[in-house]
């Protein structure tokens, strides 16, 4: 009896560590089995992470998008005020153009000539002539004939001096016959 005793106290040694060697082995279970959870709830918060960033991505999209058409249309706004007040400079400028033209404007009636392509060269010689005058002439224009009247000329010179020398010295055409 004494070789069996022997056989079972080396059986208990290794009983028992087959005996722990199943507890390791269901506690490995175990962990796999909570790290295949826990892989599973990081895949998931992964997928929820990804939805939310989507999600945030469209809202910060939409937002930009509103953001733009906000700024595009004040844009546009300013564009068509510019465009508005750049016609009203060009039509203030127009004007002033003409009121320099007309402050240097002298307007001859019944100006009678021969040749109307020596236009120009008779009425210069009307001012530095008749009247004494010498002044500037930027351009002279014959304006149509009505009935009798042989018309009008408009003669614009060079400065409003050079107008008010010459509205001083018509009186000199009344002593021409």
């Known amino acids: 009896m004494v070789d069996d005793s022997k056989k079972d106290k080396k059986k208990e040694p290794l009983a028992c560590i087959e005996e722990k060697l199943d507890s390791v082995n269901s506690a490995i279970g ?7 959870g826990l892989d599973a709830r990081l895949s998931t918060i992964e997928q929820s992470v990804h939805n939310i960033g989507d999600l945030v991505k469209q809202e910060v999209n939409r937002e ?3 953001s733009l058409k906000g700024v595009r249309d004040d844009v546009s706004l300013l564009e068509r ?10 039509a203030v400028e127009q004007q002033k153009k003409q009121a320099d033209l ?10 009678v000539t021969e040749n109307e ?11 530095s002539e008749k009247l004494e005058v010498f002044v500037t002439i930027d351009s002279v224009e014959r304006y149509k004939a009505f009935g009798e009247h042989s018309g009008m000329v408009k003669v614009v010179v060079g400065s409003e001096e050079d107008k008010v020398d010459i509205l001083k010295a018509k009186r000199k055409l009344m002593d021409i016959p």
């Open 64 to 66: 930009v998008a509103r």
């Open 81 to 90: 005020k510019m465009d508005e007040m750049q016609t009203r400079m060009n």
């Open 102 to 111: 007309d402050l240097r404007s002298v307007m001859l009636r019944n100006f």
């Open 117 to 127: 392509e020596r236009l120009y060269d008779e009425v210069s010689d009307l001012f």
């Open 30 to 36: 175990d962990i796999r089995n909570s790290v295949s």
